[in-house]
């Protein structure tokens, strides 16, 4: 009996040495790999402002229009010298390339009435939507790179007008390859969530366009 009682204790010592040893290299190893943070990628569009109705309408091109219009059309958006628009064919649309200057790189715009389809008006109550989406709806997650297809064939825009009803701005946009072209580096868009372009798309519908929304070539 008195010879169990020593080989127990050793056995007990040694068990906790053991014990020691495996929960000093598990420490030891926390140390040395740190695991990397992990980050979730949640898709789509959150609303992560709630700026008011005034302090959007500051934004430009809003701040300096006095009317807001949808249209849907075929070509290019160009704003003319004396604040009109009219429309150009982009390469995709261009069959025998007679429209191109002598450079190759310059398209001449093509005269109304060619290429206007649908023109809408905005109330006030759908600026508001419009302005919400664009500056209180951002990236519900970690920011993902979103490919985008290489053709761009737009066929939807939105117009501002000033008083005198000329056009100063406009946001040119492709929803078939979710693209977007802004004729001024001063219009901000706010953040490009997944989800942003199919919420205007939504808008655009709404208001009663329908070229380039529910139907197209």
Known sequence: MSSIRPRLSVLKMRLFVAFLFIAQSLSAQKKLLPLPPRKVYIEGCAKKTHFSFASRIKHYPFNLSAQVQLISFDGLVKITDDGEFTFRLNP????????????????????????????????????????????????????????????YIPRNAILFRDNNGKVIAFIEICFECRNTRLSSENISLGEHCQWKLDMLKALFKKVGIKYGIESTP
């Open 92 to 151: 995709e649309q261009i069959g025998d390339g007679g429209l191109l200057s002598d450079d190759n790189d310059t398209i001449k715009p093509i005269p109304i009435p060619v290429g206007m389809r649908e023109i809408r008006t905005m109330t006030l109550a759908q600026i508001d939507t419009l302005t919400d989406i664009l500056y209180n709806y951002g990236y519900a997650g970690d920011i993902q790179v979103i490919s985008k297809t290489g053709c």
